[in-house]
């Protein structure tokens, strides 16, 4: 999902329910195309988000790293309670 803000997109990408480290993998090549623009804006809808391990962790430090290399960022949305104190 893409919105428009200003004049470059926001790209909007919803999170599995379970974010281990198959799954990271598989989220990662789904959401790495986003990273081909110039100053990519990233949301992470994490509203499904019921499990969480480290390997879930790293895939959205890598996500912030690719979108730091290009001046973009990514933000984190709708994050449930046990996945933010785990984030914390």
Do not use: T
């Not at 198959?22 to 623009?37: G, I, T, Y």
């Not at 690719?66 to 785990?86: F, H, Q, Y």
């Amino acid at each position: 999902m893409e919105n428009m803000i200003g004049s470059r997109p926001v790209v909007v990408k919803q999170l599995p329910e379970k974010l281990s480290v198959k799954q990271s993998r598989l989220f990662f090549l789904d959401v790495e195309p986003s990273f081909a623009m110039d100053r990519p804006r990233l949301v992470l809808d994490c509203s499904r988000v019921r499990e969480l391990d480290s390997a879930g962790i790293q895939v959205l430090l890598q996500c912030l790293e690719e979108a730091m290399k290009r001046n973009g960022d990514v933000k984190l949305a709708a994050i449930p309670s046990a996945a933010a104190e785990i984030l914390e």
